[in-house]
C-alpha cells in the first residue's frame, strides 16, 4: 500500500523540496498551502494551518510540518501551529514529522547547553532559537501524538547540493568528519523522506549532518 502524506507548507523552500523526494519515490503527497499549490505534489488541500482540524488530516499515514517563520513579530507561531497540528493529530495513528531547528542541539552530554547558548552563536537568531526551543519542549510534554522532531546542522543551507548522503544524529549537536555541522536543505529533505519511510523515531527528536 503506498503511503498518504500530507506536507503542510508545501510552498517552502523546505516543503518544495520534502514534497518533490517523496513523489520521486513514488509516495502518495498532498500539498497543504494557503493558496496555489506550488510544489510537486499532485493533491491539493488548501487551508490555513491554523484552521486545521482532525477531519482534514484523517486518512493521512503521516504529515509533515514544514512551517517556519523569522519575524520577532510571528515568532510565537512556532508554537501555535504545531500545537494546532498536535491536536487534530491527538490520539490518532498518523505521525507527525517536524522541521526543527539546530540551536536547541545540545552540546554536552549532560543536556545542559544547547548550541544556542555559545558565545558565538549569533544574537539576531537567538530569538528564533528560543521559540523554536519552546515549541519543541511542548511538543515532548506531548504522549498523545506520534511524533518526530528532526533537527538540520547548525548550517542549514537553502541552496546547497544534493550530496544524497548524510549522517543521522540524535539529540547531540554531531559533526562530520571534517569538523562541519553543515547540510543542505536537498540532503535535509533525503533523511526527512527517509523517516516517513522507516518511521524508527517515535516521540524522539533526531538530527542529520552532511556526511
Same mark, same amino acid.
Request: hydrophobic share 40%; proline share 2%; net charge negative.
Given at each position: 500500500?503506498?503511503?498518504?502524506?500530507?506536507?503542510?507548507?508545501?510552498?517552502?523552500?523546505? #516543503?518544495?523540496?520534502?514534497?518533490?523526494?517523496?513523489?520521486? $519515490?513514488?509516495?502518495?503527497?498532498?500539498?497543504?498551502?494557503?493558496?496555489?499549490?506550488?510544489?510537486?505534489?499532485?493533491?491539493? %488541500?488548501?487551508?490555513?494551518?491554523?484552521?486545521?482540524?482532525?477531519?482534514?488530516?484523517?486518512?493521512?499515514?503521516?504529515?509533515?510540518? @514544514?512551517?517556519?517563520?523569522?519575524?520577532?513579530?510571528?515568532?510565537?507561531?512556532?508554537?501555535?501551529?504545531?500545537?494546532?497540528?498536535?491536536?487534530?493529530?491527538? #490520539?490518532?495513528?498518523?505521525?507527525?514529522?517536524?522541521?526543527?531547528?539546530?540551536? +536547541? %542541539? &545540545?552540546?554536552?552530554?549532560?543536556?545542559?547547553?544547547?548550541? +544556542?547558548?555559545?558565545?558565538?552563536?549569533?544574537?539576531?537568531?537567538?530569538?528564533?532559537?528560543? @521559540?523554536?526551543?519552546?515549541?519543541? +519542549?511542548?511538543? $515532548?510534554?506531548?504522549?498523545?501524538?506520534?511524533?518526530?522532531?528532526? +533537527?538540520? @546542522?547548525?548550517?542549514?543551507?537553502?541552496?546547497?547540493?544534493?550530496?544524497?548522503?548524510?549522517?543521522?544524529?540524535?539529540?547531540?549537536?554531531?559533526?562530520?568528519?571534517?569538523?562541519?555541522?553543515?547540510?543542505? &536543505?536537498?540532503? &535535509?529533505?533525503?533523511?526527512?523522506?527517509?523517516?516517513?519511510?522507516?518511521?524508527?523515531?517515535?516521540?524522539? $527528536?533526531?538530527?542529520?549532518?552532511?556526511?
Amino acid at each position: 500500500m503506498i503511503m498518504k502524506i500530507a506536507v503542510v507548507c508545501a510552498n517552502g523552500k523546505a #516543503g518544495k523540496l520534502i514534497t518533490k523526494e517523496a513523489v520521486d $519515490r513514488g509516495l502518495d503527497v498532498t500539498a497543504v498551502v494557503r493558496g496555489e499549490n506550488k510544489s510537486a505534489a499532485p493533491e491539493t %488541500l488548501r487551508k490555513d494551518l491554523l484552521d486545521l482540524r482532525a477531519e482534514d488530516l484523517t486518512g493521512f499515514d503521516v504529515v509533515v510540518d @514544514a512551517f517556519g517563520t523569522w519575524t520577532e513579530d510571528t515568532l510565537g507561531l512556532h508554537s501555535i501551529t504545531l500545537k494546532t497540528l498536535c491536536d487534530a493529530l491527538s #490520539g490518532t495513528d498518523t505521525r507527525l514529522l517536524v522541521v526543527g531547528g539546530a540551536g +536547541s %542541539l &545540545y552540546v554536552n552530554s549532560e543536556h545542559t547547553a544547547c548550541v +544556542s547558548d555559545g558565545p558565538d552563536f549569533p544574537d539576531v537568531f537567538k530569538p528564533l532559537a528560543a @521559540a523554536m526551543a519552546k515549541a519543541l +519542549s511542548e511538543l $515532548r510534554g506531548r504522549d498523545d501524538v506520534n511524533w518526530t522532531y528532526i +533537527s538540520p @546542522a547548525g548550517d542549514f543551507q537553502a541552496e546547497g547540493e544534493r550530496s544524497g548522503q548524510y549522517i543521522l544524529g540524535g539529540e547531540e549537536l554531531t559533526l562530520n568528519e571534517r569538523g562541519e555541522s553543515i547540510i543542505s &536543505y536537498a540532503d &535535509y529533505a533525503i533523511a526527512m523522506v527517509d523517516e516517513i519511510e522507516n518511521g524508527n523515531h517515535l516521540r524522539q $527528536r533526531i538530527s542529520v549532518v552532511r556526511k
